[in-house]
Structures are given as structure tokens and as C-alpha cells.
């Protein structure tokens, strides 16, 4: 069983950065892909990014692309998205999500585990 923790939330003006944390517990974690995905106010679930087990392969929705970056640190169990030049639209709570599986996947239904969440929101 994996048990996820998101972190580094908060409000921001447009334009500003944020980076979020995901730490999961166990030993398998180099073994899981990762992924983020966002709920917004009154939207659905979307998916923001994925990384495989190694770090080796990324993937963005194309609304964060060249504005976030994933990345790993398989050594502390930890995901970071690294959220730059936020726009208002970036507002949503934040879930990490790991697969047993180590390839990147972008659908949510391909998860097995989830975080809580992390508001974000990013004001004009």
C-alpha cells in the first residue's frame, strides 16, 4: 500500500511560481510512475504531467507545457511539479497520483493511488 502527501499549495499572483511536493511512503516508489493531475472549481479531473519510474520519459497536457516541470528525486520518495508563469486557469487543487507500473500514462483511471491534494490558486 502507497500512501501519498502532497504539498507546497498556496496563492500566488499571475505570472509568479510555485513548486508542489508529493512524498509517498514505502520503498517501492522508484518502481511507480507519477503523474499530476488538477481539479478546478466546477471542472473535472484533468491530467497536468507524468514521469516515469526512472525520470527518464515526461509528458504534459499541452496547457502546461513549457511552464511546468516534473521531476523525481527516487532517493526521498518525492515527485516535484515545478509550476512557473501561472495563469489564473492554473487555480485548481493539485493530485499526485502513482501506478504500479513504471511507464508514463496520462489517464487518471490508470492509477492506483492518490494524494489528498493541494489548493493552488493563482490570482490577476
Known amino acids: 500500500q502507497v500512501q501519498l502527501r502532497e504539498s507546497g499549495g498556496g496563492v500566488v499572483q499571475a505570472g509568479g511560481s510555485l513548486r508542489l511536493s508529493c512524498t509517498a511512503s514505502?520503498?517501492?516508489?522508484?518502481?511507480?510512475?507519477m503523474a499530476w493531475f488538477r481539479q478546478a472549481p466546477g471542472k473535472e479531473r484533468e491530467f497536468v504531467a507524468t514521469?516515469?519510474?526512472?525520470?527518464?520519459?515526461?509528458y504534459y497536457a499541452n496547457s502546461v507545457k513549457g511552464r511546468f516541470t516534473v521531476s523525481r528525486e527516487n532517493a526521498k520518495n518525492t515527485v516535484y511539479l515545478q509550476m512557473n508563469s501561472l495563469k489564473p486557469e492554473d487555480t485548481a487543487v493539485y493530485y499526485c497520483?502513482?501506478?504500479?507500473?513504471?511507464?508514463?500514462?496520462?489517464?487518471?483511471?490508470?492509477?492506483?493511488?492518490w494524494g489528498q491534494g493541494t489548493q493552488v490558486t493563482v490570482s490577476s
Open positions: 514521469i516515469s519510474s526512472s525520470g527518464g520519459d515526461t
Open positions: 514505502g520503498r517501492t516508489f522508484g518502481s511507480y510512475a
Open positions: 497520483a502513482a501506478r504500479s507500473n513504471p511507464y508514463a500514462n496520462n489517464r487518471g483511471a490508470e492509477y492506483d493511488y
